[in-house]
């Protein structure tokens, strides 16, 4: 299994930014797909889940409305379209994926540590910054 970010940027408030991550070796209808970021000094918070056990996309109230995850099983990437971003969004941003059987039965749609997920990438860093 591979999960590689990238999509790595400076970008100014009110702009967008759209992360890649490369994520094979695995078959996409048997695992939930996790964004998750930490910004400076600050410890891990999850961004968006999808392909959980409840179905959907999920999103961090922070992000809402701001933030969309979408995957495309065929070229294997996941992708994260940041639009109006603001300063606080500024962190290392991880893809992060988990088996779904390791959640079965428990309302699980995402977590922020690394421990919770089987595989988790090097992080691309984000900047909002004027």
């Known amino acids: 299994v591979q999960v590689v970010e990238s999509g790595r940027g400076l970008v100014q408030p009110g702009g967008s930014l759209r992360l890649s991550c490369a994520a094979s070796g695995f078959i996409y209808s048997d695992y939930a797909l996790s964004w998750v970021r930490q910004a400076p000094g600050m410890g891990p918070e999850w961004v968006s889940s999808?392909?959980?056990?409840?179905?959907?996309?999920h999103y961090a109230d922070p992000v809402k409305g701001r933030f969309t995850m979408s995957a495309d099983s065929v070229k294997n990437i996941i992708y994260l379209q940041m639009n109006n971003l603001k300063p606080e969004d500024t962190a290392v941003y991880y893809c992060a994926v988990v088996h779904l059987g390791r959640y079965h039965g428990i309302n699980w749609v995402g977590g922020s540590q690394k421990d919770e997920y089987d595989y988790w990438g090097q992080g691309t860093l984000v900047i909002v910054s004027s």
């Open positions: 999808f392909g959980s056990g409840r179905g959907g996309t």
